[in-house]
């Protein structure tokens, strides 16, 4: 008696095709997801503005500052996620800074300390209260400040962007050291699609 002719199994392409698509777009959902909280605590700071993003790209630098724009935000964005991440980054008050540095005391051991909890900071300078930069503690935040970029410049490897202010007039007002130090040390303002050097006419005015 003849055997059974034997069947040849054939794979179920589709359904592995199938499968690995929804494994894919799993995969890519996740990861959007994952950019997106990674990016999360930094959008609440790049309000107000026009809605058109620039189209140039923020350089990379050690220190550098970018005006609270919506315009700027994905370029921002773009950069964080280019060269920072997967790396936690610190968002930094600059009440907290003059915590860290004990007012007037400006305890550089413990402005130290506080920089290495992390090689990426931003500093939140977008909303100046203005009444508290013509206080005494106002001073503080501007002395405070200067240290802090000093240490981290001091680190190589280490990287600071300031958000600031749109209103460039208050920031100017409120922080003078650190606008002269900044100046003088070639840290540079990104606004509108364009670097403005610190100290000049353009980037101290709104």
């Known amino acids: 008696m003849d055997p059974k002719p034997r069947i040849k199994s054939t794979p179920n392409t589709h359904g592995e095709t199938i499968m690995s698509k929804s494994l894919r777009d799993a995969t890519l959902n996740l990861r959007k997801l994952e950019l997106e909280k990674y990016l999360e605590p930094l959008l609440p700071l790049m309000r107000g503005g026009s809605l058109n993003s620039v189209k140039q790209e923020i350089e990379d630098k050690p220190v550098q500052a970018v005006v609270a724009r919506q315009e700027n935000r994905n370029s921002l964005c773009s950069l964080l996620l280019r060269t920072w991440y997967p790396y936690r980054y610190r968002i930094v008050a600059i009440e907290e800074l003059n915590t860290v540095a004990a007012g007037p005391a400006l305890n550089d051991r413990m402005i130290e300390d506080f920089v290495e909890t992390s090689e990426y900071f931003i500093v939140d300078l977008s909303n100046i209260d203005e009444q508290r930069a013509r206080s005494r503690f106002g001073l503080y935040d501007d002395m405070a400040l200067v240290r ?15 958000i600031l202010d749109r209103r460039m007039r208050v920031i100017t007002r409120a922080f003078p050291e650190f606008w002269t130090f900044a100046g003088g040390n070639g840290i540079e303002v990104f606004d509108k699609g364009k670097y403005l050097r610190i100290g000049t006419a353009e980037a101290g005015h709104d």
């Open 148 to 162: 802090f970029i000093k240490v981290n410049m001091d680190y190589r490897g280490f990287k600071v962007i300031l």
